[in-house]
Nanobody, 115 residues
Framework: QVQLVESGGGLVQAGGSLRLSCAPS????????MGWFRQAPGKQRELVAT???????NYADSVKGRFTISRDNAKNMVSLQMNSLKPEDTAVYYC?????????WGQGTQVTVSS
């Protein structure tokens, strides 16, 4: 079964940057929307950003102007460039890939922003 593998999380000071990447372990057909979600301790998982196969992006208000989502359609990879990080961005970040029949989720990568 194909899995999504995330990388790029870690510990950074407030105001710093991180880049998250997500790639499948095998081939996924008919990829539609790709995106990133996050879940902070004691909170529900929330949408961070999505990008369609045509390149249309959508961001949570809390990250607009600071985060940029991008994708490589040939490799079915999705990335999230995070700038001007804040302590409230601390969470486990998950990538998600939607096809016309299935939703794939990554295992999550921890992002911790210190003040």
């Amino acid at each position: 079964q194909v899995q999504l593998v995330e990388s790029g999380g870690g510990l950074v000071q407030a105001g710093g940057s991180l880049r998250l990447s997500c790639a499948p372990s095998g081939t996924i057909f008919r990829v539609n929307v790709m995106g990133w979600f996050r879940q902070a301790p004691g909170k529900q998982r929330e949408l961070v950003a999505t990008i369609t196969s045509g390149g249309t992006t959508n961001y949570a208000d809390s990250v607009k102007g600071r985060f940029t989502i991008s994708r490589d359609n040939a490799k079915n990879m999705v990335s999230l460039q995070m700038n001007s990080l804040k302590p409230e961005d601390t969470a486990v970040y998950y990538c998600r890939v939607l096809t016309d029949r299935y939703a794939y989720w990554g295992q999550g990568t921890q992002v911790t922003v210190s003040s």
